[in-house]
């Protein structure tokens, strides 16, 4: 029978009318010649109401109902009686008299609940990963994400976007990440790469003079899982000839606040997205992707405390480093020493030798290292700006550990102490970034955003020595929103003489560089237009608007950490006929399980 | 700076407007002191003139132009002379008359010109397809599939769908086709697999209560290529829960509908497409995807010529066969006796041992065969509706080859004698396939649709013996267009012991089963609802709508017939150290490519 509504959008307005309804036994209760079924879609739950006052079969059938079994039931929407109101569901207020009823599966013990905040572990939720998804969060989870799709669909659209796929059987490129292969059986040796970016790709199509492309885009990396990596994730990318850094941020701010209105009904102001240096970045907040729901800034007592009396201060900074501090309000009851040295710990992992603090308190500050900074103690607390019962963390050390620390330790003190207001969203433009970064472990400098990224205008001439084009910043925009990077952008190269400089830069012999790029390095020579772009992260973007601190979560079948699909258990072995290219399969051969749109005809 | 229009879009209504342009020079007259440049972008082309009377520095700057360059200007919309109007443009009755101009980037001469109907071999342009792309055509064709999946997400969003991904690193599972596979660095000697279609995961997804699911979805097959198969190619994909065979044509009717108003404006009538069953159209016009754009059907002789004294039409039909015809309207005149024997040897591909031919005068049928049938000559008049001037062309063996036969024979004189008016679009819907297709090659029973597709109600019982499950019809229905075959659909077993019936029928062991479907049989166990859905194959479909022959056409970066990318080269070879999953490089390291939207924070 047809659906007449979704069980979970049935209110008082449809009160006697007749529906026709399909969904989950979410709950049964059988009260003996009455049985109520919550019953459950995708839009949330309705009450069944069986008895033989409505209907004698129906009520034979809810008997024999179970939770997760699927069902179809007519029956007439009527008020519950008073003392039976929920208010926490839509449908709270009435329940259906059900006068007919079938059951269309039936469903064994499902190994976890259906509902919200369960506690099972995170493989047993990928292996049954239908079951988890049935649950409010997920399926909220994934439809956000949907939601950002088609906000984007919509808005690129309108905005004389075109919708281009490029492939992901592709080149295999030197680049940072490991390369997905696969390998080819008509040559061979030789292999595809499933594709890191559409990045070139999109700066040929520009070439082609599409002039506004866009593509939700898959891409691979084949590295080391941790935290929100997944082997493939997804990118929104944008790329726009005739455009500058500013109208291109522009118009990504207006499509960012479309994504916004759409997912989550919030009002981005788009124009006034905040704008930060990336030096700036770094000098206030640590980090290239500030979360800036909040303050806490690093303090710099570089130059109150070059002539310290502090060995570790005045050190560091004759040594070329830095001293800063961040005030964590109301810190100095928070933290007990206990928990101060286990902070000490913590930095370590960003290179900290140590964690110098003070309390601050009516009488001035307190701690270890209070006697030796007694004499510039009014002058701190006027620099800082802290009160008494703040705590005061410091960093001394090299530019790179002290951003580091203080970043780490700002973000964490916050948190603890819920300075953070959840609720806003606060999205920043990073700008100015350096062209190249030095990479001290490998000794080497790197692309900081990729190799095709244009120079600002007045840094050209440095790309003609590789010592020059390290110095040199770049036209490049990151957008930020609290604290996580949401995506890359910036404006490319479009002439082959700047791109062969960049390569050069790189460490790249013009032959090497046209060994690998001489697609691109070609194309340009047959008149490229000026062109800029973005890719933002999609499965990022969807855990921040559903509120998740895991992509795993707004992702309908992800990888575990060791790039396993714990359901199908991918990859697998497969026979060896079929790595060899043979035709010979492992099992009974049957017609394509796909729609045989590529057949012959 | 900023423009302020596509040059394609200027007309007379932008008169003395100023307009700053930016695009490619697609042409240039110098006429001495008046410089004239047809400028292109891509929405077309717009004429610019230079001279002193409007601007000396931009005369100069127009001197150096050369085809292909990428120029910016800015000048005012005039009016072009009487005798200067070209009303093939747009901008046929104006010009621009430019006060500065600048040249972006220079070009080579291009290997071919930019232009419609260029003569050049296909590898050439794909070698150079960012140059392939910048003609009309191109840009026309990637712009009607962009419109095609712009008019999906936008009905089927506002329809109730959520837009989910799948995975592609997914699990290899036997299938008629090959896979790509990707080797696992994790685990030696597994391997993920590209998917050939998402057909499993859609199902697990209404499994987990979705109820509207929908993706623009890659695929892949590592096939031999010919005609227009692509190793990847993209799937317009959705599946319902809920929804019987009739609600779900009706929804996908409105969503082509939708498609075909938005990119050729077309008011297709959703609710009247023609349905045909797939035993009629076969009969009818001896395919699974008739043309229905013309007539020309298939007319059964079979019982007029049991006891014929042509003995080739009586032996087949006491084999067990057909004596079926086709009438080509017009075709008497048209085939020459040389012409139709061409015709005999093109048709021996189907099997066909020889091509029976009659031509119709005013004076009763001639040809080498006529004297065998005078006796019958009214009769077969009057059966076929033959007239004068028409060419009788029989075919007479088992089905198989009768249909295979004159199908091809139907369409290839209708195209020859240009009958078939190609403003029409045909499509209709065969439903009521067969469940399974027997391989006389291979002696053995393959899944008509794919091994998820439902049996018709009544024929279930048949699905207790293999026997019987081979005669048994399926809930599937495929939409074909012009005939071509636009997507196949079906509804979906959802119950896990009609599943393993299913595959029992087409061979596996339960073992078997299992080890392939483990993770979907036993998801039925937990509740899955009654579904289906359908795949549209989007490359054909933009291939059609642009009025195109070859996929390739539609297809940005399409592969060649050796699965190669002519302009990037993939697949190539990659450094043994990538291979064997080593950290180390072929080229200088750089940072990522893409927005590092997965690195760690």
Chains 1, 2 share one sequence.
Do not use: C
Request: aromatic residues 10%; without cysteine.
């Amino acid at each position: 029978m047809k659906r007449t509504n979704y069980a979970g959008l049935i209110d008082e307005t449809y009160l006697e009318q007749t529906v026709t309804l399909q969904g989950w036994v979410q709950k049964r209760r059988d009260l003996g010649g009455l049985i109520f079924v919550d019953l459950r879609d995708r839009e949330g739950i309705v009450q069944l109401a069986f008895s033989n006052e409505f209907n004698e079969a129906a009520l034979k059938v809810a008997e024999s109902m179970r939770t997760e079994y699927v069902i179809e039931v007519v029956g007439t929407v009527k008020s519950r009686g008073e003392g039976a109101v929920n208010n926490n569901l839509r449908s709270g207020k009435i329940e259906v008299q059900v006068t007919d009823a079938k059951i269309l599966s039936e469903s064994k013990t499902t190994p976890f609940y259906i509902e919200d905040d369960i506690n099972v572990s995170d493989e047993l939720r990928l292996k049954y990963r239908y079951l988890d998804l049935r649950r409010p969060e997920m399926q909220r989870n994934l439809r956000i994400r949907s939601k950002i799709t088609a906000a984007t669909h919509e808005f690129l659209d309108e905005h004389g976007f075109i919708d281009i796929e490029t492939p992901y059987l592709a080149k295999s490129t030197p680049e940072g990440a490991r390369d997905y292969l696969v390998p080819s059986r008509v040559y061979p040796g030789s292999f595809y790469a499933l594709p890191q970016s559409p990045q070139l790709f999109k700066q040929l199509l520009m070439g082609a003079g599409f002039d506004r492309y866009y593509q939700v885009a898959r891409a691979f990396r084949d590295e080391d899982l941790r935290g929100d990596r997944q082997p493939e994730f997804t990118q929104l990318d944008v790329e726009m000839s005739f455009m500058n850094q500013d109208e291109i941020m522009a118009l990504v701010g207006e499509w960012v606040a479309a994504i916004m209105k759409k997912t989550v009904d919030y009002d981005l102001d788009a124009d006034n997205i905040p704008v930060i240096e990336y030096a700036d970045a770094m000098r206030r907040f640590g980090t290239d992707k500030p979360d800036m729901r909040f303050g806490m800034e690093l303090q710099d007592l570089s130059a109150l405390m070059a002539d310290s009396e502090f060995g570790v201060f005045a050190n560091a900074i004759a040594a070329g480093g830095e001293v800063k501090a961040v005030v964590v309000p109301g810190g100095a009851d928070h933290y007990s020493r206990k928990d101060i040295d286990k902070m000490a710990q913590y930095v370590t992992r960003f290179g900290a030798k140590g964690l110098a603090w003070l309390k601050v308190s009516e009488d001035g500050v307190t701690g270890p290292i209070a006697k030796f900074l007694k004499a510039k103690e009014q002058e701190l607390l006027q620099a800082t700006g802290a009160n008494a019962g703040d705590l005061l963390l410091f960093a001394a050390d090299n530019a790179n550990v002290v951003a580091a620390t203080l970043d780490a330790l700002r973000r964490r003190t916050a948190q603890e102490l819920d300075l953070i207001d959840q609720s806003k969203w606060a999205f920043a433009w990073v700008v100015n970034w350096p062209l190249f970064d030095y990479q001290p472990e490998e000794n080497r400098w790197i692309a900081a955003h990729h190799p095709f990224t244009m120079p600002n205008e007045e840094d050209l001439p440095l790309l003609d020595t590789t010592e020059g084009a390290h110095q040199a910043h770049a036209q490049s925009y990151d957008l930020v929103l609290n604290g996580y990077e949401l995506g890359s952008g910036s404006i490319r190269i479009h002439q082959m003489a700047v791109q062969e400089k960049m390569l050069a830069a790189l460490g790249f012999t013009k032959e090497a560089a046209h060994e690998a790029f001489g697609f691109l390095l070609e194309g340009m020579e047959y008149g490229f237009p000026p062109m800029g772009g973005i890719a933002l992260g999609l499965d990022r973007l969807a855990m921040l608007l559903a509120g998740q601190d895991n992509i795993r979560e707004v992702i309908a079948f992800p990888k575990n950490s060791k790039a396993t699909e714990p359901m199908t258990e991918a990859p697998t072995p497969v026979a060896e006929a079929q790595v060899v290219g043979d035709l010979k399969l492992t099992a009974p051969v049957y017609a394509d399980v796909t729609a045989p749109n590529m057949a012959e005809e």
